[in-house]
């Protein structure tokens, strides 16, 4: 079964994410474009939408994706 253009987009942002805060270097897979044609904001809320662009990793800004800045915290 073959994912979502979307999916493999935010994998590949999220694993960059990861390995630069890891210090290591992201896989070649990951760090190829997987950039989407319509801008993604994954929370889905309008009024978050300007917030998620200026809080947004460069890792998924690179790919047209938009989340918040605690999108990948941990507790």
């Not at 999220?14 to 630069?20: G, K």
């Not at 994954?42 to 947004?56: F, Q």
Request: aromatic residues 10%.
């Amino acid at each position: 079964m073959a994912l979502d253009e979307r999916l493999k987009a935010l994998m590949a942002s999220i694993t960059c994410v990861l390995c630069e805060e890891a210090g290591v270097d992201a896989p070649r897979w990951a760090r190829r474009e997987h950039y989407l044609e319509r801008p993604w904001f994954v929370a889905g809320i309008e009024a978050l939408k300007a917030t998620a662009i200026l809080e947004s990793a460069p890792a998924f800004r690179r790919n047209n994706i938009f989340v918040q800045d605690n999108f990948l915290r941990r507790a």
